[in-house]
């Protein structure tokens, strides 16, 4: 039986928050091969979801689902309603991947600038110069990107994953490569963004700074979810041991 964190239902008080991202049924193959087995999952505004599982787990491929790169093989997955793959939603959903993806040809501010055009923002130019200062890139905007440290790329690509203001951010591995001036960054970025109502799915293997900035926490094994629960209901050993023996035990999908 599902306990609270696992429905998925944001409520405060008794007032029941309307999920912005509504998983039905919703199930992925690649072939024969099962990405992600079937589960049900809401998230509301506001809220973030830490995913946590081993390499080949599903967290990827869920990501990409309700970014609307990949679409679902059976199921379905709204964002604020519509259909995930659509415009209207996948306008709605900031991506930031494993792997920066930047142009290292081009600066800072061109690579901001041409992701604005791509999403149709209204003046690119000043966008770009917002979220250049936002970021603490202003010294950095007009160098190529090819010689930017771990640290900058990743904030070059979240500024690039908020240039169309989403109420979604979804991040895969956020933290990896990141010293600890950037890790620190990088969590109270995320904890600005939920408290001004964005919603986070962050997945990653560092249970520590996934715990800093979780709502609620549901390990992936096998494509499948097997805990979801409320951040506050677990202690980090807890969670370690929870993960252990749901994760990595015998029989698990790795």
Do not use: C
Request: net charge positive; aromatic share 6%.
């Amino acid at each position: 039986m599902w306990d609270e964190g696992q429905r998925g239902v944001a409520e405060r008080g008794k007032q029941r928050v309307t999920p912005v991202v509504s998983a039905k049924k919703l199930g992925k193959r690649f072939g024969r091969t099962v990405g992600l087995a079937t589960f049900d999952l809401e998230l509301a505004k506001g809220v973030s979801l830490a995913l946590l599982g081993p390499n080949g787990a599903g967290k990827s491929t869920l990501l990409r689902l309700i970014a609307g790169l990949a679409r679902p093989t059976s199921g379905s997955l709204d964002i604020d309603g519509v259909s995930a793959h659509k415009g209207a939603a996948r306008a709605k959903v900031g991506y930031i991947g494993h792997a920066s993806h930047l142009y290292p040809d081009l600066t800072a501010r061109e690579n901001l600038i041409f992701a604005a055009k791509l999403h149709g923002v209204g003046d690119p130019a000043a966008r770009a110069t917002q979220l250049l200062a936002e970021e603490g890139l202003e010294r950095a905007a007009d160098r190529q990107t090819r010689g930017f440290s771990r640290g900058m790329a990743q904030r070059l690509a979240i500024a690039r994953g908020l240039i169309q203001e989403p109420e979604i951010v979804l991040l895969d591995e956020p933290f990896t490569g990141l010293d600890r001036a950037g890790r620190k960054w990088l969590g109270e970025f995320l904890l600005s963004f939920k408290a001004r109502g964005g919603a986070l799915v962050v997945a990653t293997h560092s249970f520590d700074a996934g715990m800093g900035v979780a709502d609620r926490v549901a390990i992936l094994a096998g494509g499948r979810i097997v805990l979801d629960r409320p951040a506050a209901a677990l202690g980090l050993e807890d969670l370690r041991r929870l993960y252990d023996e749901l994760a990595m035990g015998p029989g698990t999908a790795s």
